[in-house]
């Protein structure tokens, strides 16, 4: 998986309660990515990272904060989790923006 | 509509035979063509990655863009079982902005 962790791979968490998923990279590329994958939405992208402290929105970025303060580590915070939220996240990395490679994903439950 | 249309499947083949895989978009503005493989829990994985019109072949894997048509394909020639996977095609038209067909699942059986 192109030198990308994520963490938790699984997590069943309860509405209202805030999340914080981890993605972690050892390829030392400057973009990263937060997508969902939803069943009949294929992925979608929630935020994305340019640089350190560099981040911008996605298609579904409401409910979502995003945070990168060093270039390997990406995080996506849930605010509060609500049942839509309930998906598979993955991380991707670019190095220039065209080709994205993409990390095991995280399985969030939210009850 | 969405940007990105793909037919979800299901699609079962035998073993070496040909498949393809077809994705329509309606934004004239993407200009960068992917293929992703998906196994079951697992990420993405690219296969093909293309900039212009025409033909790109890698091995037993050909990907085709009609850009007058707004229509790409994935060919895979002696299909094999370790094909049987989700294939997601996308299309970028920034840096940062990649939009995703929602996959097809293809199973070769043997």
Not at chain 2, 10 to 22: F, K, T, Y
């Amino acid at each position: 998986d192109a030198g990308i962790t994520q963490s938790p791979r699984h997590k069943v968490t309860e509405t209202g309660t805030p999340v914080t998923l981890r993605c972690h990279q050892t390829e030392n590329h400057r973009y990263m990515y937060w997508y969902r994958q939803d069943p009949g939405h294929g992925l979608r992208l929630i935020h994305y990272s340019y640089g350190v402290k560099d981040t911008d929105k996605g298609e579904v970025s409401d409910g979502y904060s995003v945070s990168r303060s060093k270039t390997e580590d990406f995080l996506l915070t849930l605010e509060s989790a609500t049942s839509s939220q309930t998906s598979v996240y993955f991380c991707a990395i670019s190095r220039g923006g065209e080709t994205q490679y993409f990390g095991p994903g995280t399985r969030l439950l939210v009850l | 509509q969405k940007e990105v249309e793909q037919d979800p499947g299901p699609l079962s083949v035998p073993e070496g035979a040909i498949v393809s895989l077809n994705c329509t978009y309606s934004n004239s503005a993407f200009q960068y063509f992917m293929w992703y493989r998906q196994y079951s829990r697992k990420g993405p994985e690219l296969l093909m990655y293309t900039y212009s019109s025409g033909n790109k072949e890698d091995g037993r894997f050909t990907a085709q863009v009609d850009k007058s048509s707004k229509y790409i394909s994935l060919f895979i020639r002696d299909s094999q079982p370790s094909d049987s996977a989700t294939y997601l095609c996308a299309m970028l038209y920034n840096n940062n902005d990649m939009r995703f067909g929602a996959g097809t699942r293809l199973t070769v059986k043997p």
